[in-house]
């Protein structure tokens, strides 16, 4: 299982519009197969906002799917001109023992 | 709904060791009140290794407990000699709309 871990950058005013280009992402990727957690989370900077997007993947081979799929190539045309800066973390996920 | 991730950094030589500290913090963390999720992930850098602990908790007052409860305060003990660089960055969850 992968953990993803997506941090994107925006300024206040664009915020809400951000917000809602994920929410649209996140309701596309949650119908993806393999994807088994899509969340947002937010947090006030100093002088911008900090976006947080949790995800969680069965396998590589469908969050390769994702990064391939229209509503993700579309949110990132979207986000081109709001987004100050992002991140993409990918991680293996520690089993339960 | 507060979401909690938090970035630990060690060498491979104590990876092992910082994932059991980690376990046995995941397993008291988790019966905790508020706590929603616990969750360790992990990834190789190139010269150390990276794992990230993603959390929800319910509210602040949950969250401040959790960091003055004693199994907190002995990890932080126990990881001292073994964790390089560490963050927590604490959000607001986004509700599905």
């Known amino acids: ?3 993803v871990i997506a941090t994107l950058h ?4 664009n915020q809400e519009h951000l917000v809602s280009a994920l929410k649209t992402l996140q309701f596309h990727s ?5 994807c088994e957690r899509y969340e947002l989370a ?3 900077m100093e002088d911008n906002i900090e976006i947080v ?3 969680l993947w069965e396998s590589e081979a469908d969050l390769d799917a994702h990064f391939a799929a229209d509503h993700f190539v579309r949110f990132g045309s979207q986000a081109e001109g ?4 992002s991140e993409i973390k990918k991680y293996q996920v520690v089993q339960d023992s």
């Open 42 to 44: 937010q947090r006030e």
């Open 53 to 55: 997007v949790t995800e």
């Open 1 to 3: 299982m992968l953990a």
């Open 30 to 34: 949650r119908q993806e197969t393999g």
């Open 82 to 85: 709001i987004v100050l800066q």
């Open 10 to 13: 925006c300024t206040p005013e």
